[in-house]
């Protein structure tokens, strides 16, 4: 009898620290931003929701915002979801909504559930800065980012100035569903569809990962083998295309123009396999957010639409970029 008492207490004993671990470990796991904010006194909490957690592009983003709010003695959260999806940033958005943040940044998201977030924190005097993407339907109280339309033209303009004869255009997109992908195709197909001798033959999505850009550009080549130039619109297209192309049709000459300045589409440049890319500046992107949300706590801003640059960048130009960047 005392044995079984002995052993029942002992696995009580067992349970309770087993118990008493789990909590510690989930509050430090869960928790560990609060302490963080709590350690010191900021003006202001502001919220970075971007498309996708471990995206580069976005990091970027989070790189310039995270400076321009550590000189501004504000606190930066940094939340996305693990893979793009737009039902998990909705969710986010609202949980921000809910924690009372001082203002919250956040690619916009067609559809009536963004709009509707942006009112509610409207309601709650928490400004909502729209960044890479715009709702210009919803409350927002500013744009910041790239003017998507103009960067599709700029791709455009890369093709007819550097390609003769007939050419038949294939596109990889992001997501189909993106604002900023649709701006982009509408103004690459503004250029180009007024130009006899250039033909978009299709369009493919990505998924806005390298591997999804090369399934798209096999797919293209198969249906399209009269394929002579590739553009795509997201930041990882580029190095799928290239991939894509080396796989079904190494020996075709197939001009190539990519999206962003990430590090594998520079090499590609300078290695001849990328003819050209469209750039922006995700890093201006994330200062100017931080520093209109700071504005915004005062008053409302005059612009609201703050278009950071945006360029052609080639094997011409891209030794000038490498030297400027640090």
Known sequence: MNKRKYLYGAA???FLASFIGMLIYGYKTFYIEK???ASKEYRYHFALIAEETDNEYWRLIEEGARKEAAKQNVYLEYVAPQRADNDEL????DRMIAAKVDGIIVQGIEGRRFVDLVHKATERSIPVVTVDTDVKSSERKAYVG?????????AGKSILENTEGEQFVGIVTGRFDAINQQ?????LKHILEGNPRIQIVG???????EIGATQATYSLLKEYPQITALVGTSALDGIGMVEGLEEIAPDKDVY???FDLIPETLDAIEEGKIQATIAQFPEEMGKESVTSLLQLQEKDLLDNLIYTETGII??????ALREGQP
Do not use: Q, W, Y
């Open 183 to 187: 701006e982009r195709i509408a103004g």
């Open 203 to 209: 369009v493919k999505e990505s998924g806005i990962t």
């Open 12 to 14: 009580i004993l067992v």
């Open 314 to 319: 080639d094997k011409e130009n891209l030794p």
């Open 256 to 258: 190539i123009t990519a």
């Open 90 to 93: 909705l969710k986010l958005f």
């Open 35 to 37: 302490e963080l904010a």
């Open 146 to 154: 790239t003017d998507n339309h103009h960067a599709g033209e700029l």
